[in-house]
């Protein structure tokens, strides 16, 4: 496993061969309130741990599968959500950017611009989100070979990206469900630039309650444990404290009360991959 790139973000330093790093949040921006306690919560689990974090949430979930599904704040009211976290909780904090006329603003608040899935073709959009010097998080299409995020890599890298990140979140499998190729993992590596391992999104089941996306929580775990054995620099995991009552993908959402458990394992599987990762080198 070759080491990819590093990425500077504060006192952290993204890829490469440090330990992973975590991107986690609500999935959608519920509350200033409940933004502020999910991610007191969250960087006080990691700093125990001493995992570099960013927080995620969206200010706008401009791909529901309904037009009756919670999509946040807005532009506006979601980023000032999101500088208020950042600043008073001193930690990086990133969201989803879906036009290019959001990104300049978002680029203002944002230590991150993370370009959604079914987004990650969008030339003009990957290319205005790089321009803006900010790390740019490309989540892999469902519909895309990791093989082809290559000329993902190649836009933004076109535009002067900062930094680059690449993100697995499972691949369409007929009907409302995806699966993981793990295979993906070294394979988008290769190009040199770290790769996330998006470990909610992978249990979704699109559109499969219906109206809404349906779930497989019980497997977010295993699948995180899998994707650092395999080798990854990140993972992306969306948490709740009442997934059942979230707004947004409470079904493919982790309780937050599990999260501490979850990462003390995934720490350990990454030190015996990256110990074994520079004996190699």
Known sequence: MTPTSVIPLGQWKLGGNNPFFLISGPCVIESEPHCMEMAGRLKEITARLKIPFIFKASYDKANRTSIHSHRGPGLEKGLEILQKVGQELQIPVTSDV????????????LDMLQIPAFLSRQTDLIQAAAATGRIVNIKKGQFLAPWDVQHVVEKAQSAGAAGII??????????????????????????????????????????????WSGGQAEFIPHLA?????????????????????????????LQIDEVENVLSQLQEIDQLVKEQLTADN
């Open 166 to 211: 690449l993100t697995e979140r499972g691949v369409s499998f007929g009907y409302n469900n995806l699966v993981t190729d793990f295979k993906a993992l070294p394979i988008m590596r290769a190009l040199g630039v770290p790769v996330v391992f998006d470990a909610t999104h992978s249990v979704q089941l699109p559109g499969g309650a219906g109206g």
């Open 225 to 253: 444990r899998a994707a650092v054995a395999v080798g990854t620099d990140g993972l992306f995991i969306e948490v709740h404290d009442h997934p059942e009552k979230a707004l947004s993908d409470g079904a493919n959402a």
């Open 98 to 109: 879906h036009e290019v006329n959001q990104v300049e603003p978002a680029a203002q608040v």
